[in-house]
């Protein structure tokens, strides 16, 4: 068996709703996939890996585009 290709980063970030879980941003990178998202229940939608700071920025954005603008306020907060 070959073996897996190395990922550029290992990470796995989700928001949800505590009252419907199924309700979701989730953001995870894993053999064969690579980095990608989930929004709700929908497909796996792929994204390119550029850096650390580009893709919690697009976590944010999908975050924000689900939940609203609380995400902005959080994305502060952990800086």
Request: aromatic residues 16%; hydrophobic residues 35%; without cysteine.
């Amino acid at each position: 068996m070959p073996d897996k290709p190395k990922l550029p980063a290992k990470f796995s970030w989700i928001a949800y709703l505590e009252s419907d879980r199924q309700r979701r941003v989730l953001f995870d990178t894993h053999y064969p996939f690579g980095s990608h998202y989930h929004i709700d229940q929908q497909e796996r939608v792929i994204f390119s890996w550029d850096s650390l700071d580009k893709s919690l920025d697009l976590f944010f954005q999908k975050v924000k585009e689900r939940f609203g603008p609380f995400a902005q306020e959080i994305k502060e907060i952990l800086k």
